[in-house]
C-alpha cells in the first residue's frame, strides 16, 4: 500500500503550502517574516509579478499587474516611435539651399545639349532650349558672386550656395541681379536670350561644387 501523500502536509513551523512554495527573492526585502514581498528589487520583476498572481487575486492588484505589463510592452514601442520620428529623414524635396530645380520653365524647354564631352571638348553645363526672355530662376538660396558679361557666356550670373555649391547661368539677355545680392530659391535673375557663343536662344546652366563642374542632371527634379 502507498503510504498516504506526504507531499501535500505543510512543512514544519510554516504558514501553509502557499506560503512554503512561494519564497522571496533574496534581497526582495521581507524574508526575515518569509512572506512574499509585494516590492519586488528592481530588475526582478517577472518572479514576485507571478508570486502576487498566485497569493493576492484582489481587483487591485490585478489591476496594477495589467498596468505594468501595458507599460513595460508599450513603453518600448513608444520610445521606438519617437526615435523614429525624431529622426526622420530629409523630406524627398531637397532643401532650398542645395540646388534642386529647373532654372527654366516652358512648355516648348527641351534639353538641347547635354553636360559632357562635346567634339573632344567638355561641356561643362546642360543646355535648356527656351525663347527668348523666359525668366531664369536661382535653383537654391545663395549670394550672387558675379552679374556681368564673359566671353563666350555673354550675360551671365554666378551664384554661391551652402555647401559649396555654385550655380552659372549663361546667355541672358537680361540679367536682373548684381554681385553681392542675396537671392531666393525661384527667384528669377535674369531673362533668357542668346548673348556670348550661342548658336541658339537657351540657357547654359551649370552646377559646380568645390569648384569642379558636375552634371546638372540628376539635380533636377
Ligand atoms: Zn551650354
Redesign the pocket.
Known amino acids: 500500500m502507498m503510504p498516504i501523500r506526504n507531499s501535500v502536509k505543510p512543512r514544519q513551523g510554516s504558514r501553509g503550502i502557499q506560503d512554503t512554495e512561494v519564497r522571496p527573492l533574496k534581497g526582495s526585502g521581507t524574508e526575515a517574516t518569509g512572506r512574499t514581498s509585494h516590492h519586488p528589487a528592481p530588475g526582478l520583476g517577472a518572479l514576485p509579478i507571478l508570486c502576487e498572481w498566485r497569493h493576492d487575486t484582489s481587483h487591485v492588484v490585478a489591476f496594477t499587474l495589467f498596468a505594468r505589463l501595458v507599460l513595460l510592452l508599450l513603453l518600448p514601442s513608444l520610445t521606438c516611435g519617437c526615435l523614429t520620428f525624431g529622426r526622420r529623414p530629409e523630406p524627398a524635396s531637397p532643401s532650398r539651399r542645395v540646388p534642386g530645380m529647373w532654372p527654366v520653365t516652358h512648355e516648348r524647354l527641351r534639353v538641347s545639349?547635354p553636360f559632357g564631352y562635346r567634339n573632344g571638348r567638355l561641356?561643362k553645363?546642360?543646355?535648356l532650349a527656351v525663347p527668348v526672355g523666359t525668366p531664369a530662376h536661382a535653383t537654391a538660396d545663395g549670394r550672387v558672386r558675379f552679374s556681368g558679361r564673359q566671353r563666350g557666356y555673354g550675360e551671365m550670373v554666378i551664384i554661391d550656395h551652402a555647401g559649396g555649391f555654385t550655380t552659372v547661368y549663361a546667355h541672358l539677355r537680361k540679367r536682373l541681379v548684381n554681385a553681392g545680392d542675396a537671392v531666393a530659391r525661384g527667384q528669377t535673375i535674369g531673362l533668357t536670350g542668346r548673348s556670348g557663343n550661342a548658336t541658339g536662344p537657351h540657357l547654359?546652366y551649370e552646377i559646380r561644387r568645390d569648384g569642379r563642374s558636375e552634371d546638372p542632371a540628376p539635380y533636377l527634379p
Open positions: 545639349s561641356h553645363g546642360i543646355d547654359h
